[in-house]
Every structure is written in C-alpha cells, then in structure tokens.
C-alpha cells in the first residue's frame, strides 16, 4: 500500500511516500524548485502529477495528506485565493484518491472542511513535522531551518503547541523566523557588514542571497543550491563571491575573497542571531523543556549551533535519526506517515522505529 | 543649441535637455523605467536613442554629458563590463556628437579616458548634482531620495567634496544610503513591525517596497509610483495595503487597514532613521555647513525631515528653486548644463537663474 504526502510550498514543493508491503516499509522523497509566483495556475496540477508519477511508479496510491505555505505568495491575492488553488490542483492531480489536509492542529480535514476552515490549513506544515517528532520526543522544542524560514516550535505530550496558529501570530511569538538557508536576501538580515575596519552599509538589491553566504562559508555543497541565484550566474564559489561584494556595491575586481569571506562570516552570525533571539521567545515560554531537536538543510549550522547558544546540551538530530532527505523535507514525510496511520492500524511509531536513514 | 544630459540608473534612465536659443533658454526632462537587468543588450542603445528623439525633436545636440550607475547591476559581471557598455549605448544612440562623462570630481572625460578609468566613471551621478548645486549654494549639504537610493553630499566653496568617491566608500561614509522613495523593499528596511501591541517579524521576500508604504501613507501619489509592484497587481492603496499586509504573511481579510497604516507608517519611521543616520555621519564631518538642499522625490517627507530632526533651520528645496521635475531628474538636469557650459560661454549660474520651474 502507497501512502503519499505533500508539501506545497511557495518556492519548493516536496513529497515523500511511505511503501506498506509484507516485507517491510519504504520511505521516498523527492523535490522541486516551483516557484509559484512565477508559473502559471497550470502548472501547479501538473507539477503534482509528475512528483506522483515519480514516486508511485504508476501505482495509484491508497491516501494522500497535504500540507501547503504556498497559499501565502503573492500568486494569490489572498490566502483563502491559495488554499482552494492548492486544493484544487491536488484533486486535479489525485482524482478518485482520498485527500486530507492538515490543519494547524495536526488534524485532517476532508477538502471541502478545509476549503471552509481555510485559515487552519494555511501555512500548516509545521503541525505535521511537530506530530511526527513527537512520536519520538514527547516533549521537545524542534528548530526547522528551510530554504527560506525556520519554524520553532514546542511539543508536549507528543504534541505540537505553540503560541501562533496562524502565520501573523508565529512571527509574534518567535515560532517563526523568515530566514532560511538559502533563498534570503542579504539585506534582510543585515544593513551593516564589516570592511577593511569599518562598517559598510549594504544594498538593498536582491544582489546575494544566504544561499551565497552559505555555499562559501562551507555549510552546503553546490547541489544544495537549490534555488536560482540573483543575477542568473552559476552556482559555484566564484559568482557567489561575485553576487556577495555586490551587496556592498562592489565587484571581485574591487574588494578582496579575503573581505567578501568576512562579509559572509558576518551575516551569518546575524542569521544566527534571528534564530537564536526566536528560540529564546519560545524557550522562555516552555522554560521545562530540555530537548531540541534540529531539521533541515540548516540543521548543524544554524538550529543545531543556536541551541547551543542558549546551552542547550540535549539536541538531537532529525538527519540522524531518519536521515537527511526525511530531515529536509520533513512536513512531506510527516504528512505520508498520517496517510498510513489514517488508513492502516500500523502505529507511527513502529513506521519510524523501521525507517532509518530514508 | 541643444545641450543633453543623460543619468544611465540601474532601474530608471533620465534625460534632459537645455535649448538654448535667442529667445531664451528651456528645459526639458524625460524619465523611463528601464530595469537594465530585465533587458537584452541591444535595448538601452535603443532606449536612449527614443529619449533623444522625445527630447530633441530630431535636432541634433550639439554635446551629450552623461552620468551614470546602471553599471552595478548584476546585468553586467563587473563594473567594467557595465561602463563599457553604458558608454557603446550612448555611443550608438549619440553617433557623430560630442560624448563627455561625468567623473567623481566633476569633471568632464572623453569617452576613451572614461573607458580607462572606469571606477572614476562608475556610480558618478552625485558629482553633477553636486556641481550643480554648488552653483547656487557655495557651502552646503545636499540630500537626493530618489526612487532607490539616497545620497547625502557636502559641498565646500561650489564643489561637491565628500569623503567617498567609489559606492563602496560612500557606503561606509554615510554618502550613500542604499534606501529610497519606490523601489526598496520594506524588509531592508525592518525587521519587526508594531501589530496590535505586540512586534512582528516581517517576511523577508519581496511582498512589499516603499513605494506601497509612501503611497497609503499619501507621501506619494499613483503617478509618482513608476516602478513595477512586487506582485504585479494594481498601484493603487488598495493594493499596496494587501502587499503591506503580506509583508507580515498576512492578507486583507486578516488585518485591518488600521494594522496597515500603523505598518506603513513604522516602515517610514524606520526609513527616515536611516536618513538621519547618514546625514549624522556626514554632518559630524563637516559641522559648519549649516544649509541643506533637499533633492528627489522624496525632498519632502524624508530629506528635509530629516534635516530638521537634526536641528537644521537653513533648508532650501530644489523642487521649489528649479521645479519638480528638474529636483527628479538631477543628475540628467546637471549633466545637460554640464555641456551646455562646456560648449558655450554660457555661465551655469546664468542659465539656473533664468530657469525657474523646469
């Protein structure tokens, strides 16, 4: 039996399917650069079709659970616009297969429930990765750092409970932090970077992104770089370097590797900062946990490094424990593993007890 | 004789021509939003060749000065790259007519020499302003909020003198302060905004630029609101309040158009921080210049505000000595008389006292 799950974000969309047969359970992933903002409404059924075909093979899959952030780009005009676009493309894509989406309580909805409560499957992806976490933490604060945000959130008794439901509330409340590690402007997250003993003010351009930042700090390979670059340039150190002096209105023939590499330690320290100052927010509401458990792409180098300092010395990794696509694309996983609970007896916790290293 | 004056910007090229004739001496200005990042090559020889044509009617200039910062867009690897190709266009488009460039003191270079010293070149706009300026006000600060970016240039004895000639050095210098009236995007702006009592992060994707934010505050009017909207949508308040409204992941339907207008209003709060803080810094160097000459779009609401949150009591409009769209147009307006003066025995001083209200 297939059981699929869905994560239709604004800039990547990610799906994983959990394999039931009698000799075992096999997990899947996969992923695409979509970004919805600039594809046709077309485009988005067609994209789900393809990431099915993928990973079912031609077999039809028995449940599919959806989550979605892409409901918050400015392809829709509003967020109710979003979420019934998203819904449609994925009855489009799953015709005839039982749909459910999760709500910002780890709850799932039948489609046309979700289409009225709208405002509760808009921006949930996070209920899905903090149910699955807390199938193995009961009581733990997971730091999620994506491509473009970081959800910090704490889950007691196994279950997610932040402060913020929706979007708007979770930026309050330090549950989310708009910074990721590949698609942020520089800008975003500093005006000032250190030069030659002094400090410069940047750009305000789309001029380097933290992907950049990331890619000549060592932190990810080039095949991490998922998203497109600024300037349509490749991907490698060099025009990272490039697009980096940019930011401070130079070019490589004007400042040295040497200073573009204290640029990029700076804003990475900054970065650090903005997920340090939410986990803070959030760990001085739940001063009882002791547990944090990092995922995704910035999982060592940002979640894992901001616990720390907080000292935090109980920090686990989702990378460790299920792997790095299963970490990275953990809302897809998630939401595949509340199809098979949804239709089969099969405990959760015994599917994550077999699944290592997806 | 027809004098022409051309500012190459990154997303805005601005032209102006000074006739002089007998009968006396006109100004014209012409203004085109042309984001070179967008565009093929081939299209800013075209570009600048339909602004000679709307301007001189086919009558041949007799000089052209040009000015320029399109060369820092990440259209062009370096900025070498980018003057040479500012410098093919205008060749192109200007065939047969004396071309000269305006350098980071002011004066006038032939192309050639320009193409050699290409950093003199590069990002050298002020320097007209500044020139041009100093005609009328020997000793003064002058501050030009354009659509993008904000210089804050003092002038000694008629000359521009600031402590930075290269982008990068007046960066640091507080010369150049990357925020303006249109094209920033809030997120470089703030990190927070005040929502119901409490601060919410902002997203840090392109959702909303100050444009939205001086627009609902009516600092500008839809006119005035040249550039492309960051979702493609309507320049209207309506729609700049559903972009602001994003800027915290929210939408219409979810907070309120007072929450906006609070938003919108912290945003410019924040904005005009950043243009004090520049003229601080330029100020503490040079604290007997007690005039400043508030130029740009946003002359008005951050310019001359921020002179007078810094105590200056001496603050005199472009705007209202040479008109609105000679204060918009600057470096092109400055440019043009720099050749007039080249080429005449005309003094600039002359020609700016006949002309009032370009």
Same mark, same amino acid.
């Given at each position: 039996?297939?059981?699929?799950?869905? @994560? #239709? +974000?604004?800039?990547? /969309?990610?799906?994983?399917?959990?394999?039931?047969?009698?000799?075992?359970? =096999?997990? $899947?992933?996969?992923?695409?650069?979509?970004?919805?903002?600039?594809?046709?409404?077309?485009?988005?059924?067609?994209?789900?079709?393809?990431?099915?075909?993928?990973?079912?093979?031609?077999?039809?899959?028995?449940?599919?659970?959806?989550?979605?952030?892409?409901?918050?780009?400015?392809?829709?005009?509003?967020?109710?616009?979003?979420?019934?676009?998203?819904?449609?493309?994925?009855?489009?894509?799953?015709?005839?297969?039982?749909?459910?989406?999760?709500?910002?309580?780890?709850?799932?909805?039948?489609?046309?429930?979700?289409?009225?409560?709208?405002?509760?499957?808009?921006?949930?992806?996070?209920?899905?990765?903090?149910?699955?976490?807390?199938?193995?933490?009961?009581?733990?604060?997971?730091? @999620? #750092? +994506?491509?473009?945000? /970081?959800?910090?959130?704490?889950?007691?008794?196994?279950?997610?409970?932040? =402060?913020? $439901?929706?979007?708007?509330?979770?930026?309050?409340?330090?549950?989310?932090?708009?910074?990721?590690?590949?698609?942020?402007?520089?800008?975003?997250?500093?005006?000032?970077?250190?030069?030659?003993?002094?400090?410069?003010?940047?750009?305000?351009?789309?001029?380097?992104?933290?992907?950049?930042?990331?890619?000549?700090?060592?932190?990810?390979?080039?095949?991490?770089?998922?998203?497109?670059?600024?300037?349509?340039?490749?991907?490698?150190?060099?025009?990272?370097?490039?697009?980096?002096?940019?930011?401070?209105?130079?070019?490589?023939?004007?400042?040295?590797?040497?200073?573009?590499?204290?640029?990029?330690?700076?804003?990475?320290?900054?970065?650090?900062?903005?997920?340090?100052?939410?986990?803070?927010? #959030?760990?001085?509401?739940?001063?009882?946990?002791?547990?944090?458990?990092?995922?995704?792409?910035?999982?060592?180098?940002?979640?894992?490094?901001?616990?720390?300092?907080?000292?935090?010395?109980?920090?686990?990794?989702?990378?460790?424990?299920?792997?790095?696509?299963?970490?990275?694309?953990?809302?897809?996983?998630?939401?595949?593993?509340?199809?098979?609970?949804?239709?089969?007896?099969?405990?959760?916790?015994?599917?994550?007890?077999?699944?290592?290293?997806?």
């Amino acid at each position: 039996m297939l059981f699929m799950g869905l @994560d #239709v +974000g604004g800039a990547n /969309t990610k799906a994983a399917v959990i394999d039931v047969t009698p000799g075992g359970i =096999e997990v $899947k992933t996969a992923r695409e650069y979509f970004p919805v903002w600039t594809k046709s409404r077309r485009e988005l059924p067609e994209l789900l079709f393809r990431m099915r075909s993928l990973l079912c093979s031609g077999v039809e899959p028995d449940c599919v659970c959806v989550t979605m952030t892409a409901e918050l780009s400015d392809a829709y005009e509003t967020k109710r616009e979003g979420v019934n676009h998203v819904l449609s493309s994925v009855e489009e894509a799953f015709s005839g297969i039982d749909v459910y989406v999760v709500n910002c309580t780890a709850k799932l909805l039948d489609v046309d429930e979700a289409r009225r409560r709208y405002m509760e499957v808009a921006a949930a992806n996070w209920p899905a990765t903090g149910w699955m976490i807390g199938k193995i933490f009961k009581d733990c604060i997971f730091i @999620d #750092v +994506g491509s473009t945000t /970081t959800d910090i959130i704490p889950v007691r008794g196994g279950v997610p409970c932040p =402060e913020g $439901k929706s979007d708007v509330e979770r930026l309050i409340s330090g549950e989310l932090v708009f910074t990721g590690v590949l698609r942020t402007n520089v800008s975003a997250i500093v005006s000032k970077v250190p030069l030659r003993g002094r400090m410069c003010r940047v750009s305000s351009e789309k001029f380097a992104l933290t992907a950049d930042v990331h890619l000549v700090l060592g932190h990810i390979l080039e095949e991490d770089y998922t998203c497109e670059t600024a300037d349509g340039r490749g991907r490698d150190a060099y025009h990272s370097m490039a697009r980096i002096a940019r930011a401070v209105c130079a070019d490589v023939e004007e400042i040295s590797q040497d200073d573009v590499l204290k640029i990029a330690r700076h804003v990475y320290l900054k970065q650090l900062e903005q997920v340090v100052e939410g986990l803070e927010q #959030v760990s001085s509401r739940n001063p009882d946990i002791d547990t944090v458990i990092t995922v995704g792409l910035g999982e060592d180098f940002l979640a894992k490094r901001a616990a720390e300092n907080l000292g935090f010395t109980r920090i686990h990794s989702l990378k460790s424990m299920l792997g790095k696509k299963a970490s990275e694309n953990a809302p897809a996983v998630a939401a595949a593993l509340m199809a098979t609970e949804k239709k089969t007896r099969i405990d959760a916790e015994k599917i994550l007890s077999e699944v290592r290293g997806i």
